[in-house]
């Protein structure tokens, strides 16, 4: 069925990366863009861009732009999501999104990926 | 702070009605972009809720519903059930952030 399954958690030093990866099924992996979104504990939703599998293009949020690179492997339908230089304030949970067809809303999310930083 | 702002918190009898604001800018939800909203529960992912100001995704109750007018958009909810309870969201397009923006999320209390 259409799903999006995201890897296990993590947990990184400061100043480290981070991959997390988000593996598609139940739809042409091709025909739509793959959000990526973050919540700290307690905090709201922050959009950090997206990929577009058909022809590998990307948007990233201005304020995370330097740091977060998104890639695909189209083989597997997995898309990735790099974080660099991470800080004990990057420490959330990240989603990945299907694309409703606009490039910022999505309407099927994966489980989420608790992502944690701390010395 | 969020680009679109949401009032922290509302509350509702069973029955009742209730609406939840988001307020932008001339830059997103008044710049010509549709704002979409989302049910969050606890330790869930995000679920779309209505999309293109006013439209609900198959499997949305009718209770649930949605407009827009300029730099303003409203997520409408009648005959408030306890199983209503969650955090809502609202989210458009941003023409300066040239990106996705959220607001900060309403936290519906089911009295």
């Known amino acids: 069925q259409l799903q999006l399954v995201q890897s296990g958690a993590a947990v990184k030093k400061p100043g480290a990366s981070v991959r997390v990866s988000c593996k598609a099924s139940g739809y042409d992996f091709t025909n739509y863009c793959i959000h990526w979104v973050r919540q700290a504990p307690g905090q709201g939703l922050d959009w950090l861009g997206f990929i577009n599998p058909r022809d590998n293009s990307r948007i990233y949020a201005q304020k995370f732009q330097g740091r977060v690179t998104m890639t695909m492997d189209t083989s597997t339908k997995t898309v990735f999501m790099d974080l660099s230089s991470l800080r004990p304030d990057d420490t959330a949970v990240y989603f990945c999104?299907?694309?409703?067809?606009?490039?910022?809303?999505?309407?099927?999310w994966g489980q989420g990926t608790t992502v944690t930083v701390s010395s | 702070q969020s680009v679109l702002t949401q009032p922290p918190s509302v509350s509702g009898a069973p029955g009742q009605r209730v609406t939840i604001s988001c307020t932008g800018s001339w830059s997103n939800l008044g710049g010509g972009f549709d704002v979409h909203w989302y049910q969050q529960f606890p330790g869930a992912a995000p679920k779309l809720l209505i999309y293109g100001n006013r439209n609900r995704p198959s499997g949305v109750p009718d209770r649930f519903s949605g407009s827009k007018a300029d730099t303003s958009a409203s997520l409408t909810i009648i005959g408030l059930q306890p199983e209503d309870e969650a955090v809502y969201f609202c989210q458009s397009n941003d023409r300066s952030l040239n990106g996705a923006v959220f607001g900060g999320g309403t936290k519906l209390t089911v009295l």
């Open positions: 999104g299907r694309d409703i067809g606009d490039y910022y809303g999505a309407d099927v």
